[in-house]
């Protein structure tokens, strides 16, 4: 009986796993097809990070690719330059500003910590901000379990002031948070908010309404660092939070990671979106049909 059962469990995984080649394969065929497209990466772990954030539809996987190069093209400032030896992006990460913690939620996903009062308008540019995050997101991405699992995240707001809202500015945080939401291929999963200033609540909701309305419900406030102990246990937090391992040695650790990854992250900035190559009515007339198609090939696995 349990051979059995393992026996159908390897099947259904080499089912899977020949599915998934062939629907890579097919974006990969498309990625390079597309003049517009100037130096895309079509690795597995580029390529695959498209098709788990899209359910493994190849049509809205190629959708979100393009979303994505058009992004990290018309926002220079948030995802390009991921030099981690940049002086004041490195400041910012190595004082712990926003660090993934070494160990996952119930879930699976990973926790990505963050703590605002790490960031000082006087020293820092909002270049920096921006760049922090998605230097740490292209990183994490790059294990297919995060892209499977996604990202849980914990923002302590201790420190956070009218300062730090204004640094950014309300209409510059729309358009990033519009077109980023959905060019990231990232599946967030809860966002757990630390000790909100009461007198910034006002911040945090008009910040929450320029969300998605899934996002919002996945949205927790925390008034002390017991409540978000119900959450997670406390070992797994940083040694300021009940855990064992301080800040600074966890943000040490991520500057570590960032800098063996270095080369890597600056070859991003070689992939473009080129608009003057696009061509007109360049949607493909049967994608329709190739969304089904995907997606019935898939669920013959089962």
């Given at each position: 009986m349990m051979e059995a059962m393992e026996a159908e469990h390897n099947l259904l995984e080499r089912k899977e796993k020949e599915a998934l080649e062939s629907l890579q394969e097919e974006l990969r065929e498309w990625t390079v097809s597309q003049p517009y497209f100037?130096?895309?990466?079509?690795?597995?772990?580029?390529?695959?990070?498209?098709?788990?954030?899209?359910n493994y539809s190849i049509h809205q996987a190629k959708e979100v690719l393009e979303r994505y190069l058009k992004v990290r093209t018309n926002f220079p400032h948030c995802y390009q330059g991921l030099?981690?030896?940049d002086p004041s992006l490195f400041d910012l990460l190595s004082n712990g500003f926003v660090f993934p913690l070494p160990e996952?939620?119930?879930?699976?996903?990973?926790?990505?910590?963050?703590?605002?009062?790490?960031l000082d308008p006087k020293r820092h540019s909002p270049r920096d901000l921006?760049?922090?995050f998605t230097i740490t997101f292209e990183t994490l991405l790059e294990d297919e379990e995060n892209q499977r699992k996604g990202f849980t995240y914990i923002f302590d707001?201790?420190?956070?002031?009218?300062?730090?809202?204004?640094?950014?500015?309300?209409?510059?945080?729309?358009?990033?948070?519009?077109?980023?939401?959905?060019a990231m291929p990232?599946?967030?999963?809860?966002?757990?908010?630390?000790?909100?200033?009461?007198y910034l609540l006002f911040i945090y909701e008009l910040f929450k309404s320029l969300l998605s309305k899934?996002?919002?419900?996945?949205?927790v406030v925390h008034w002390s660092v017991e409540s978000l102990q119900l959450h997670f246990p406390a070992t797994i937090l940083p040694k300021e939070y009940g855990g064992q391992t301080t800040v600074q040695e966890l943000a040490g650790c991520w500057v570590k990671k960032l800098r063996e990854r270095?080369?890597?992250l600056l070859l991003l900035d070689q992939m473009i979106y080129d608009e003057s190559k696009q061509l007109k009515n360049k949607r493909e007339s049967s994608y329709p049909i190739v969304n089904f198609l995907g997606r019935l090939t898939w669920a013959n696995i089962f």
């Open positions: 100037i130096n895309p990466r079509i690795d597995q772990s580029f390529l695959r990070r498209f098709l788990h954030y899209r030099d981690i030896e996952k939620d119930k879930d699976g996903s990973t926790i990505i910590f963050s703590i605002a009062g790490k921006f760049r922090a707001q201790t420190d956070f002031s009218l300062g730090h809202f204004t640094f950014v500015g309300l209409k510059e945080t729309q358009r990033l948070l519009s077109a980023g939401e959905k990232i599946h967030h999963k809860k966002i757990h908010w630390l000790n909100m200033p009461t899934k996002i919002q419900k996945r949205m270095r080369e890597h």
